[in-house]
């Protein structure tokens, strides 16, 4: 009777281990953006490039890496590190819009992330009046 308590009280304590122990693993890289959306209000077609700093977090628990961000025209570009954002940091995209290469009236375009983040791509819009 004593050896099979003992057994039982082994087998309860290595599935409770065991069970620790998934429960300790990464959920992996998140992307949090304060808003999806980016206004830059009126710009003069002939005022030069508007550069937008466009600040993220990562709210997951492993490093994230942004590894492409694609626009949808040529008049606008974007640039980044490509570097890990550890948990709870910070990373930065920069947004450059030319507006003489862009139609004049309402402007909008998306962008997406592309990243490590486990909530896939994200996309972001910019917006603005042409004049």
Same mark, same amino acid.
């Given at each position: 009777?004593?050896?099979?308590?003992?057994?039982?009280?082994?087998?309860?304590?290595?599935?409770?281990?065991?069970?620790?122990?998934?429960?300790?693993?990464?959920?992996?890289?998140?992307?949090?953006?304060?808003?999806?959306? /980016?206004?830059?209000?009126?710009?003069?077609?002939?005022?030069?490039?508007?550069?937008?700093?466009?600040?993220?977090?990562?709210?997951?628990?492993?490093?994230?890496? /942004?590894?492409?961000?694609?626009?949808?025209?040529?008049?606008?570009?974007?640039?980044?590190?490509?570097?890990?954002?550890?948990?709870?940091?910070?990373?930065?995209?920069?947004?450059?819009?030319?507006?003489?290469?862009?139609?004049?009236?309402?402007?909008?375009?998306?962008?997406?992330?592309?990243?490590?983040?486990?909530?896939?791509?994200?996309?972001?819009?910019?917006?603005?009046?042409?004049?």
């Amino acid at each position: 009777m004593r050896t099979l308590l003992r057994n039982i009280a082994i087998v309860v304590a290595v599935m409770l281990a065991v069970s620790s122990l998934g429960a300790a693993e990464p959920q992996g890289a998140d992307i949090e953006f304060q808003s999806s959306v /980016v206004d830059l209000g009126t710009i003069a077609q002939d005022a030069g490039r508007q550069i937008v700093r466009l600040s993220f977090t990562n709210t997951g628990d492993v490093p994230l890496v /942004v590894t492409e961000v694609r626009t949808s025209c040529s008049c606008m570009s974007v640039s980044y590190e490509r570097k890990k954002v550890e948990p709870s940091a910070r990373g930065v995209l920069t947004i450059s819009l030319d507006p003489s290469k862009a139609p004049k009236g309402q402007y909008y375009r998306v962008m997406q992330i592309f990243s490590t983040a486990k909530s896939g791509v994200k996309r972001i819009t910019v917006k603005a009046v042409i004049e």
